[in-house]
Every structure is written in structure tokens, then in C-alpha cells.
């Protein structure tokens, strides 16, 4: 039964979305706040022959190649072809400092992956400072010439309800979860399915509730902002 509260709703989501832009994870790909040790989710960027992965995280213990704030990476201008920000902007103090450093680092062209939370419990790493809505994250990408390819948000009412069920009984004493979690699983089944039906995609105030947000952006090279082939 443990198993089942290893990842929350939310990371499944996050953990999917990395998985289907994959492809565009090519070149120098920086992961930004990344992790060699402990990492959370399912999810590892690829690290092969066409793909060099540089992971970048504040602290040393979670065994980066750069061990360096966000809003100052070690790395020259446009030296990088992919940066992958996912899960760190809540803990920031200043989110807009460090896309600004992801703007500089990323080569014209280069792709920036993001997720960030919304509807989603205060946790310190080290420490939780703030939000971002759609709105907010629209507005600094284009301030930072960014073309947003996609913007989407990671459920709905429905879900964000079963992340929260599934976070609280995972919280609970092991006899509880022996005894709640075959019927935890069948409600949260049951909400899962109601969150994708067109009644709840398609209402302002349903879908208006969110686990948080997912983002594919190109930075402008000033000629084209199509993404690249």
C-alpha cells in the first residue's frame, strides 16, 4: 500500500509532462534546481550522446554539476540549448531574477521547460515564498522575449480534490493507510475521471482550479519563433 503515496497527483502530472517534451530536451540541456540525489518523481532528463546534462541546484548535498544560486549561474550567454526549471520558482524570492538568468544562459532559439504549482500545500526547499498564476508567468516571459508554445493548466477541480485526499491520508498512521487506502483508490479514481469530462474542462469555475502549471516557451532569436526541427 506505501507505494501508492510515494508521488502525489500533482508530481504525476509534472512527471508526465517532462516525459511528453522529452524530444525537445537535445544539446546542452541545463536543469535548473535539478537534483542527482534524491531526486523526486519518476522523471530524468536524458544524459546520452546528443544530449549533455548539466544539473544546477543551491545545494551541494543533492550532487549538481554547479553548485550556484538561480539567478546566477556559472555559464556563459547563450550557451545553452534547453533549461529545465521545474518545481523551483515557488521557492525563490525573486522568480524573476532567475528566468532572467534562464533568458541570458538559453541560446536564441533555446527552449525553456517550466512547472510550477498552484492549488498546492506550503513546503519548504528550503522554503515556499509564493504562487504564480498563468496570468503572472505570461506576463514575465514576455517581458523576458519569450514565444509561449504552450501554457496549460495540470487539472482541475476534481483533481486538485484528489491530490489533496490522497496528501492527507498519506499523512495518517500506517494502520490508517492499510485501512483507507483500497477505498482512497477508488474515490480518487472516481475524480480523476470527473476532472477530464468535457462538463469540467469546459466550466469557467471548475477548471479555474488548478494543481499548478506547465510551460513550453522559445526565446526569440529575432528572426523566426518557430521551434526548432
Not at 522568480?95 to 506550503?122: C, K, M
Request: proline share 6%; aromatic share 6%.
Amino acid at each position: 500500500m506505501m507505494w501508492y503515496y510515494r508521488r502525489t497527483f500533482r508530481r504525476r502530472l509534472v512527471d508526465a509532462d517532462l516525459e511528453r517534451v522529452r524530444s525537445l530536451m537535445r544539446g546542452v540541456v541545463l536543469d535548473l534546481g535539478g537534483e542527482r540525489i534524491g531526486r523526486r518523481g519518476v522523471f530524468r532528463p536524458p544524459e546520452n550522446g546528443s544530449v549533455r546534462l548539466i544539473v544546477a541546484n543551491l545545494d551541494p548535498g543533492t550532487g549538481p554539476d554547479l553548485v550556484c544560486d538561480a539567478a546566477a549561474v556559472a555559464l556563459r550567454d547563450a550557451t545553452v540549448d534547453v533549461v529545465v526549471c521545474s518545481e523551483l520558482l515557488e521557492h525563490l524570492a525573486d522568480p524573476d531574477s532567475a528566468l532572467a538568468e534562464i533568458a541570458r544562459v538559453l541560446r536564441p532559439g533555446g527552449v525553456l521547460i517550466l512547472s510550477t504549482p498552484f492549488l498546492y500545500r506550503l513546503h519548504g526547499d528550503p522554503q515556499d515564498f509564493q504562487r504564480l498564476t498563468d496570468v503572472r508567468l505570461r506576463a514575465m516571459l514576455d517581458r523576458l522575449k519569450f514565444d509561449i508554445i504552450e501554457l496549460r493548466r495540470q487539472g482541475a477541480f476534481f483533481l486538485v480534490l484528489a491530490d489533496m485526499l490522497h496528501q492527507a491520508a498519506g499523512a495518517g498512521p500506517r494502520w490508517a493507510k492499510v485501512l483507507l487506502t483500497p477505498l482512497l483508490m477508488v474515490l480518487t479514481g472516481i475524480l480523476t475521471r470527473l476532472d477530464s469530462l468535457p462538463a469540467t474542462v469546459g466550466s469557467p469555475m471548475l477548471s479555474s482550479f488548478t494543481t499548478g502549471f506547465f510551460v513550453v516557451a522559445f526565446k526569440r532569436d529575432g528572426q523566426s519563433t518557430s521551434p526548432p526541427s
